[in-house]
Protein backbone atom coordinates (compact mmCIF):
# COMPACT_ATOMS: atom_id res chain seq x y z
CA UNK A 1 0.00 0.00 0.00
CA UNK A 2 1.59 3.50 -1.17
CA UNK A 3 1.43 5.71 1.65
CA UNK A 4 -1.06 8.79 1.44
CA UNK A 5 -0.23 12.15 -0.35
CA UNK A 6 -0.07 14.57 2.52
CA UNK A 7 -2.76 17.44 1.58
CA UNK A 8 -2.30 20.23 0.04
CA UNK A 9 -1.47 23.30 2.10
CA UNK A 10 -3.36 26.47 0.78
CA UNK A 11 -2.99 30.30 1.45
CA UNK A 12 -6.45 31.97 0.75
CA UNK A 13 -6.48 36.14 1.09
CA UNK A 14 -9.64 37.63 0.97
CA UNK A 15 -9.18 41.44 0.16
CA UNK A 16 -11.86 44.43 -0.20
CA UNK A 17 -12.73 43.74 -4.01
CA UNK A 18 -16.62 43.05 -4.89
CA UNK A 19 -16.83 38.99 -5.34
CA UNK A 20 -17.15 37.82 -1.49
CA UNK A 21 -19.88 34.73 -3.08
CA UNK A 22 -16.07 33.96 -5.28
CA UNK A 23 -14.63 33.41 -1.94
CA UNK A 24 -17.28 31.45 -0.52
CA UNK A 25 -17.64 29.40 -3.05
CA UNK A 26 -13.59 28.46 -3.34
CA UNK A 27 -13.48 28.12 0.22
CA UNK A 28 -16.59 25.16 -0.11
CA UNK A 29 -14.52 23.58 -2.96
CA UNK A 30 -11.31 23.71 -0.96
CA UNK A 31 -12.20 22.17 2.18
CA UNK A 32 -14.79 19.37 0.53
CA UNK A 33 -10.97 18.12 -1.08
CA UNK A 34 -7.70 17.16 0.79
CA UNK A 35 -6.10 20.83 1.81
CA UNK A 36 -5.06 22.48 4.56
CA UNK A 37 -6.29 26.31 3.89
CA UNK A 38 -5.06 29.03 5.74
CA UNK A 39 -7.50 32.26 5.33
CA UNK A 40 -6.35 35.66 6.05
CA UNK A 41 -9.23 38.23 5.47
CA UNK A 42 -8.36 41.84 5.10
CA UNK A 43 -10.22 44.65 7.06
CA UNK A 44 -12.07 45.67 3.84
CA UNK A 45 -12.51 42.17 2.86
CA UNK A 46 -14.43 42.08 6.23
CA UNK A 47 -16.77 44.49 5.32
CA UNK A 48 -17.75 43.67 2.01
CA UNK A 49 -17.93 39.70 3.12
CA UNK A 50 -20.81 40.86 6.00
CA UNK A 51 -22.22 43.34 2.58
CA UNK A 52 -22.45 40.90 0.06
CA UNK A 53 -22.64 37.53 2.01
CA UNK A 54 -25.24 38.47 5.27
CA UNK A 55 -26.34 41.51 4.46
CA UNK A 56 -25.35 43.01 7.86
CA UNK A 57 -22.37 45.28 7.62
CA UNK A 58 -22.87 45.47 11.15
CA UNK A 59 -21.33 41.44 11.98
CA UNK A 60 -18.59 41.28 14.24
CA UNK A 61 -15.09 39.69 12.27
CA UNK A 62 -15.66 36.72 14.39
CA UNK A 63 -18.74 35.86 12.99
CA UNK A 64 -18.66 36.69 9.80
CA UNK A 65 -15.25 34.04 9.71
CA UNK A 66 -17.21 31.39 11.10
CA UNK A 67 -20.02 31.90 8.84
CA UNK A 68 -17.55 31.46 6.15
CA UNK A 69 -16.23 28.47 7.23
CA UNK A 70 -18.83 26.55 8.56
CA UNK A 71 -17.57 23.14 9.98
CA UNK A 72 -15.10 22.69 7.85
CA UNK A 73 -12.03 21.11 9.15
CA UNK A 74 -8.30 21.84 8.11
CA UNK A 75 -9.10 26.19 8.37
CA UNK A 76 -7.35 28.31 10.41
CA UNK A 77 -8.25 31.92 9.76
CA UNK A 78 -5.07 33.93 10.64
CA UNK A 79 -5.19 38.31 11.62
CA UNK A 80 -4.14 40.38 8.95
CA UNK A 81 -1.02 41.27 11.18
CA UNK A 82 -0.49 38.03 12.20
CA UNK A 83 3.12 38.18 10.63
CA UNK A 84 4.22 34.97 12.54
CA UNK A 85 1.73 33.13 10.38
CA UNK A 86 3.32 30.45 8.43
CA UNK A 87 2.59 31.54 5.57
CA UNK A 88 4.64 34.80 6.21
CA UNK A 89 7.57 32.85 5.77
CA UNK A 90 9.17 31.54 2.60
CA UNK A 91 10.68 28.21 4.85
CA UNK A 92 6.74 27.03 5.27
CA UNK A 93 5.94 24.40 3.15
CA UNK A 94 2.96 25.65 0.73
CA UNK A 95 1.93 24.48 -2.34
CA UNK A 96 -0.08 27.59 -3.28
CA UNK A 97 -1.04 30.91 -2.50
CA UNK A 98 -4.81 32.34 -3.56
CA UNK A 99 -5.42 36.07 -3.78
CA UNK A 100 -9.19 36.02 -4.36
CA UNK A 101 -11.19 38.96 -4.74
CA UNK A 102 -8.15 40.62 -5.24
CA UNK A 103 -9.06 44.58 -4.72
CA UNK A 104 -6.59 46.65 -7.17
CA UNK A 105 -5.49 47.97 -3.98
CA UNK A 106 -4.23 44.69 -3.17
CA UNK A 107 -3.05 44.05 -6.66
CA UNK A 108 -0.61 46.91 -7.05
CA UNK A 109 0.69 46.42 -3.47
CA UNK A 110 1.88 43.20 -4.49
CA UNK A 111 3.34 44.63 -7.80
CA UNK A 112 5.64 46.79 -6.48
CA UNK A 113 6.82 44.88 -3.49
CA UNK A 114 5.40 46.66 -0.57
CA UNK A 115 4.07 44.56 2.32
CA UNK A 116 1.53 46.69 4.80
CA UNK A 117 -0.61 42.92 6.09
CA UNK A 118 -0.29 39.11 5.83
CA UNK A 119 -1.77 38.71 2.40
CA UNK A 120 0.80 40.49 0.76
CA UNK A 121 3.49 38.93 3.01
CA UNK A 122 2.14 35.93 1.51
CA UNK A 123 2.03 36.87 -2.19
CA UNK A 124 5.21 38.15 -2.24
CA UNK A 125 6.59 34.70 -0.43
CA UNK A 126 5.31 33.04 -3.40
CA UNK A 127 6.37 35.27 -5.93
CA UNK A 128 10.56 34.91 -4.39
CA UNK A 129 9.82 31.20 -3.57
CA UNK A 130 8.79 30.77 -7.02
CA UNK A 131 5.41 28.98 -6.25
CA UNK A 132 2.05 29.25 -7.52
CA UNK A 133 0.55 32.48 -6.95
CA UNK A 134 -3.16 32.79 -8.18
CA UNK A 135 -5.04 36.17 -8.47
CA UNK A 136 -8.42 37.22 -8.66
CA UNK A 137 -9.28 40.78 -9.56
CA UNK A 138 -12.85 41.47 -10.27
CA UNK A 139 -12.14 45.29 -11.16
CA UNK A 140 -13.56 46.02 -14.52
CA UNK A 141 -13.28 48.06 -16.81
CA UNK A 142 -8.66 48.15 -16.49
CA UNK A 143 -6.88 51.45 -16.77
CA UNK A 144 -3.64 50.99 -18.14
CA UNK A 145 -2.26 51.15 -14.07
CA UNK A 146 -4.62 48.11 -13.53
CA UNK A 147 -2.73 46.22 -16.85
CA UNK A 148 0.66 47.25 -15.75
CA UNK A 149 0.27 45.98 -12.39
CA UNK A 150 -1.25 42.64 -13.38
CA UNK A 151 2.12 42.20 -16.35
CA UNK A 152 4.09 43.52 -13.70
CA UNK A 153 2.95 40.36 -11.37
CA UNK A 154 2.63 38.11 -14.62
CA UNK A 155 6.03 38.39 -15.30
CA UNK A 156 6.84 37.83 -11.66
CA UNK A 157 5.12 34.48 -12.36
CA UNK A 158 1.53 34.96 -10.65
CA UNK A 159 -1.17 33.78 -12.41
CA UNK A 160 -4.41 36.11 -12.97
CA UNK A 161 -8.06 35.00 -13.58
CA UNK A 162 -11.38 36.67 -14.04
CA UNK A 163 -14.89 35.99 -14.69
CA UNK A 164 -17.56 33.84 -13.34
CA UNK A 165 -15.43 31.05 -13.76
CA UNK A 166 -12.86 32.15 -11.43
CA UNK A 167 -13.05 29.38 -9.36
CA UNK A 168 -13.25 26.63 -11.08
CA UNK A 169 -9.89 27.52 -12.65
CA UNK A 170 -8.55 28.58 -9.54
CA UNK A 171 -9.31 24.54 -8.49
CA UNK A 172 -7.78 23.90 -11.73
CA UNK A 173 -4.41 25.82 -11.17
CA UNK A 174 -4.44 23.81 -7.84
CA UNK A 175 -4.76 20.56 -9.39
CA UNK A 176 -8.17 19.61 -7.84
CA UNK A 177 -10.52 17.84 -8.93
CA UNK A 178 -14.28 19.61 -9.15
CA UNK A 179 -17.61 19.39 -10.65
CA UNK A 180 -17.55 22.90 -11.90
CA UNK A 181 -19.08 23.42 -15.56
CA UNK A 182 -16.57 24.07 -18.14
CA UNK A 183 -16.36 26.14 -20.90
CA UNK A 184 -18.22 23.66 -24.25
CA UNK A 185 -19.52 21.41 -21.62
CA UNK A 186 -23.33 20.26 -22.33
Known amino acids: MEPAEPPLRIFLGITGASGAPYAARLIQALTTGDCELGICISR ?14 ALPQD ?27 GSAKVDAYVICPCSMGTLGTIASGAMSNLIHRAASVALK ?27 AGATILFLDFVVSRCLDQLGIEHETARWGDG
Open 44 to 57: AGYEVLATELYRDV
Open 129 to 155: EERRLIVCPRETPLSQIHLRNMLELRQ
Open 63 to 89: EIAQRLIGDADGVTVYSERDWKSPYAS
